[in-house]
Structures are given as C-alpha cells and as structure tokens.
C-alpha cells in the first residue's frame, strides 16, 4: 500500500494563479482531511469529508475548495493565490468507525510558495 | 482561547536521558482523544502515541509512554532513553467527540522542537 500520496511535492504559484493540490489514499479510508502548517506551527484544519460527495469546513476554509467525487481522491483547489497561502499542506485519511480513537495517516505534504 | 498549549518551544536533552514534553489542553467534551505526532526535519507527520479520555491506563508504545492527568488536563509525553533520532518537532493534538462521532480532525498545538545532544 502506498498510503497516502499528494502530489505536487513543490509548487510556486504567482498572486492571482489557481491550483489543484492532489490527495490519493489506497486504505479504504472513509475520512480524509486537508490541513496547512505555517511555519513554526502546528497544523490547521481547512476541510474534512466524511465520504464520497461530503465535505465540510475545518478552522480555516476560506480561499479553499474541495470536492469529493471517490472514496480514494480529496483534491485541494486554490483560486486566486495570496501570499497568505504559502504554507505546507498535508493531506490525511482515517477510517471510520472508531470514534474518536481515529488515527489519521498523513502524506508526505506539498510545500507551496505565493509570490 | 487555545485548545491546545505546549509550553516548551525547544528543548536541548542529553542522549540516553529521559525528556517529557509538556501538553494540556481545553474541553468541555467528555469524549476526547490525544494524540502525539513526530515531525521530523523531513517533513513528514509520524503517530507516537494515543490517549483516550475513558482509558483508565496511561498509554504507553515502547519508550514512549504519555502522563495523562485528566483533572489538570495534561497529556505529557514521555520518552524514555533518548536517542538521536528523537530530534525533531513533537505535536500534541486532540479530536472531541462532539456531535460529529469523530470524524472532525485534529487540533494541533504549536509543537515542541526537540534536540537531542551527543
């Protein structure tokens, strides 16, 4: 199993540009997520989804879309890049059932710069 | 107010000595769950250790170990024996029950960042 796999590893967006950041997982995972980490701090949730054609807003939405047509993809769409987005994004998925006992597996994330 | 607080932005350790990193956290929820995560320089985010609010134990997985102090609301972590590659960026996160059954995601704290000394 690969896990959770995002792609691009790297990006530079120019301000105004639009992205679609990739998320795959291979577990069957129910449950995937989309968070930022700024630097020198933890991670902020932006979306989650509990399942195919359901998504939600985390702490920080705004800026951000997603879509959720599998139970396998959970892409990341930036439209009209600020610098405000440059951050590290990382992608996880965990299965559901367990309550709040859910361990979340993490991609290796995308390091996205906004100039 | 922070939901999650770690107090200790770096910490120098001797090798083979034991460190604990700090972590309390801020719920009305009767159902939690805490989770540790290693980040090291990397990048990538790797699971220690779990903490559940109705666990009677302190969990514990190999050297590490977490301090959980439900009434201080406290989960420390403990690494026992330390070693060099214990260098990195530790995060304290938790996920309330809530109305969502768990499937909201983390929240994270803003990390410990760990270096450990020959």
């Known amino acids: 199993n690969a896990g959770v796999t995002q792609t691009p590893k790297f990006r530079i967006l120019k301000i105004g540009q639009s992205m679609t950041l990739q998320c795959t997982q291979d577990?069957?995972?129910?449950?995937m997520y989309w968070y930022r980490q700024d630097p020198g701090m933890g991670l902020k949730l932006i979306y989650y989804?509990?399942?195919?054609?359901?998504?939600d807003k985390g702490e920080v939405p705004n800026g951000y879309n997603v879509s959720r047509s599998t139970t396998e993809d959970f892409p990341l769409r930036l439209e009209l890049a600020a610098p405000s987005q440059t951050s590290v994004y990382f992608c996880?998925?965990?299965?559901?059932?367990?309550?709040?006992?859910?361990?979340?597996?993490f991609g290796p994330g995308t390091r996205l710069t906004v100039l | 107010a922070q939901k999650i607080t770690q107090t200790q932005p770096g910490m120098f350790v001797q090798e083979k000595e034991a460190v604990t990193l700090d972590c309390t956290y801020d719920?009305?929820?009767?159902?939690?769950?805490l989770f540790w995560y290693k980040q090291p320089s990397s990048g990538e985010m790797i699971f220690l250790i779990y903490?559940?609010?109705?666990?009677?134990q302190n969990a514990t997985e190999g050297r590490y170990s977490l301090n959980f102090q439900k009434a201080r609301k406290s989960a420390n972590l403990v690494i026992s024996a330390s070693q060099l590659g214990d260098s990195a960026m530790y995060f304290c996160?938790?996920?309330?029950?809530?109305?969502?059954?768990?499937?909201?995601?983390?929240?994270f704290g803003k990390g410990t960042h760990l270096i450990i000394q020959p």
């Open positions: 996880a998925s965990s299965h559901q059932g367990a309550g709040v006992y859910n361990e979340q597996f």
């Open positions: 577990m069957n995972h129910n449950y």
């Open positions: 989804s509990v399942g195919a054609g359901i998504t």
């Open positions: 719920t009305s929820d009767p159902s939690y769950g």
């Open positions: 903490q559940g609010s109705y666990d009677q």
């Open positions: 996160a938790m996920r309330e029950g809530g109305s969502g059954g768990g499937a909201d995601g983390l929240t």
